[in-house]
């Protein structure tokens, strides 16, 4: 197995101890703990190990991680929220949605804030980061970023930039470009958050339910679309086409895709682990706060996946289908809970097209009543990756009345017990046939990625073996195949028309 090993020497087992105890204990606690002594309070389940890898100052409050192709770690600190810099609020309403006085410029001329890009790297294999830098500083705003097409793509409402950086060396070539405007900025605890790409290279992201967007494409046309409250967008770079994937779910923070490249994204309420987006769908949402479906003839809505009773809430979540992890964990749902300062993990089973959950334990725990897990990331070693906004409490209403902390913050690794450290790697590297091998990674991750740079290079050199693997596979191996051929440039009518007669219903 290939993983990263620990950046402290210490590890920590699941000693069974009960929430209310953890819950009592965490109310002993006057204030944030160091680092070092909140590590001993955690305690996770006895195959796992957890590490305690980045902390103040280097790292204030993380709200999104993910990895490049090279395997470094890429972290927003959201350091600006929850009032974007240079506004005055002129007005907000019985939920908390503001009015502001302008809309802020986009970068280099923008109105300078807090929030930053940082850069996290194991130079050496032996599993800590130990080297750190600053791609983007002073942004005002920013949730999330994702790799690709010659740069890096930067969600700042209310823009969707791109800093180009063909040459990888971690300095923009020049301005951003911006490719999308007009996303709201009434709650910053619900702006449009976790940009990452589709398996149909389109970007996707969730946008919140007390905001509202008016999307336009500047240097391309200024027609709007216009939404109200949550749902799952997507984005073509290459087309410039900005849609609505589906409508509704809770207050949306978190795309996730599976194997089988559905959707899924959390809630903020109780009951549910989250939704399942399907296309063109509407979902379930607070009708009198959020507003009414955009279609008045739509005959109904789906509701969130059933769940057990629980509180909530689980706004992010990964199915986990790794390859580092103990196997009982593949297909799990790990989940984050920051409101019970924990990490949950559910069942996840079919209930016809879609899917039912139920929670099977608790892998990470912790008696810091500090602990605010936010973001949770499988990554390329297939240990897991939450980010700990770490502060008293999240509620937003007392976040605007300064009740905040944004001078902490750390990450977290959740790996295989007696794991070992993964190689430094660069996929961007290997050969557009190495790239096509990786497509059948037993980890999720090393797919994703593989099929990410192929669409990065559009080789149409891949087609003829891709078309092999189509033609004469049936499971996995056919579906990213049948991604990549898309994503290289081979989808036409023709080929559309002879996947409909595949054997892998997905492919269908």
Partial sequence: ????????????????????????????????????????????????????????????????????????????????????????????????????????????????????????????GDGVFDKHKTFLDGLNIVTSLAHGRGGVWVLNPPYLLFYPDKNRDDIPDSDPMVHLAGFGLEDTHSVVNSLRWGPDGWLYAAQGSTVTAKVRRPGFDENEIVSMGQNIWRYHPEMRRY?????????????????????????????????????????????TKHGPLSNPYAFGYFDGMPHNKVPRFTHNFIVYEGAGLPEKYLGKILG???????????????????????????????????????????????????????????????????????????????????????????????????????????????RQTASRLLADRKDAKALPVLNNILRDELGQAALEAFWAINLCGGFNPEFAEQTLKHANPHVR
Avoid at 266 to 276: A, I, K, L
Avoid at 345 to 351: E, G, K, P, Q, V
């Fill in 243 to 287: 849609e609505v994937f589906a409508e509704g779910g809770g207050n949306a923070f978190g795309v996730e895709f599976d194997a089988q490249g559905r959707v899924y994204s959390g809630h903020n309420g109780g009951d549910t682990r989250g939704f399942h987006y399907v296309q063109g769908g509407y979902l379930r949402k607070g009708f």
């Fill in 1 to 124: 197995m290939e993983f990263f090993t620990v950046h402290f020497a210490i590890s920590v087992r699941f000693v069974g101890l009960a929430l209310v105890g953890a819950v009592a204990l965490g109310q002993a606690q006057g204030g944030p703990i160091s680092p070092a002594e909140s590590f001993k309070k955690f305690t996770v389940f006895d195959d796992l190990e957890i590490d305690q890898l980045l902390a103040e100052p280097l790292v204030k409050q993380p709200v999104f991680l993910n990895f490049d192709e090279r395997g470094r770690m890429w972290v927003v600190q959201y350091q600006q929220y929850p009032s974007p810099a240079g506004l005055k609020m002129t007005s907000r309403d019985n939920y908390w949605r503001a009015v502001y006085d302008k809309v802020p410029p986009a970068p280099p001329n923008h109105i300078r804030g807090r929030d930053k890009i940082t850069i996290h790297e194991d130079t050496d």
């Fill in 336 to 446: 984050v809970e920051p409101l019970q300062g924990r990490v949950v993990m559910s069942d996840r089973t079919a209930l016809g097209s879609s899917f039912k959950t139920l929670d099977t334990g608790h892998p990470i725990q912790t008696s810091d009543r500090w602990f605010c897990p936010v973001d949770i990331k499988s990554g390329p070693d297939g240990a897991v990756y939450v980010c700990d906004w770490y502060d008293d409490q999240v509620n937003y209403y007392r976040n605007h009345e300064g009740q905040i902390d944004p001078q902490n913050g750390r990450v977290y690794r959740l790996r295989a017990k007696g794991s070992q450290p993964m190689k430094s790697f660069d996929l961007a590297k290997r050969t557009t046939a190495e790239l096509v091998a990786l497509l059948r990674h037993k980890n999720k991750w090393h």
